[in-house]
């Protein structure tokens, strides 16, 4: 069964200072897509990237980068140069099947906090 | 981006009652989505609603509990029907955007509480 865990809970560092987030996710298919969300203390959902599981090539956005990895079914996000802006709850997400997005599987989430 | 405009943002009700919740997407759209984030926890997908058709559920949750509106390419309601305590969460409307579909936007979404 389809499945994302982010192990961690909570994430506490101080400005500038680097972070990685770890997303691990569970499918049968071969064909998927993953996703990262930002929900910052407002609450609403912002989309960050989405990755299909034939491009295992790393993103970089700005401070962002995503590292892709089939072989340990992994997926996870850094932030460099953190700032207090970053603090937010992040959610890494799946979904199955090609060329549709329609039904997202979360993880549970992990809460970032920069302290300044 | 799309702009999705939910309402209400919040509300406190008794329990029994009924809410309803509104969804306003700037651009037609033919599928609309609903999640629950019960308090700490992750979105979870309650239903899928078609314009034209009746929403699909997923496992957990029922047209009785959750019945789902879809009026026209734009619009959408989610009623909380006989609320309990354990229906406060917040609750999101979403759409898909992007030249592939590839975007997921969400609403600002409503939280309830259920007293």
């Known amino acids: 069964a389809q499945k994302v865990t982010q192990a961690q809970t909570e994430i506490s560092v101080v400005e500038k200072e680097d972070v990685t987030l770890d997303c691990v996710y569970e499918?049968?298919?071969?064909?998927?897509?993953l996703f990262w969300y930002k929900q910052p203390p407002s609450g609403e959902l912002v989309f960050l990237i989405r990755r299909n599981s034939f491009d295992e090539q790393n993103e970089i956005s700005g401070r962002y980068s995503w590292n892709f990895q089939k072989s340990t079914s992994s997926f996870n996000f850094t932030i460099t140069a953190s700032q207090v802006v970053d603090s937010a709850v992040y959610f890494c997400a799946l979904s199955e099947g090609a060329g549709n997005t329609d039904k997202l599987i979360f993880g549970t989430g992990t809460r970032l906090q920069v302290f300044p | 981006s799309a702009v999705i405009s939910q309402k209400p943002s919040r509300d406190i009700c008794q329990r029994g009652t009924s809410l309803t919740i509104q969804c306003q997407v700037d651009s037609q759209v033919t599928m609309m989505f609903w999640y629950r984030q019960q308090p700490g926890q992750s979105l979870t997908l309650i239903a899928t609603?078609?314009?034209?058709?009746?929403?699909?559920?997923e496992s957990g949750f029922v047209i009785d509990k959750f019945p789902i509106s879809r009026p026209n390419l734009t619009f959408s309601t989610l009623t909380v029907s006989n609320m309990s305590p354990e229906d406060s969460s917040i609750y999101l409307c979403s759409v898909i955007r992007g030249l592939g579909g590839e975007k997921l936007f969400f609403g600002s979404g409503t939280q309830l509480s259920v007293l």
């Open positions: 499918t049968r298919d071969t064909t998927y897509y």
């Open positions: 609603a078609n314009q034209g058709s009746e929403a699909t559920y």
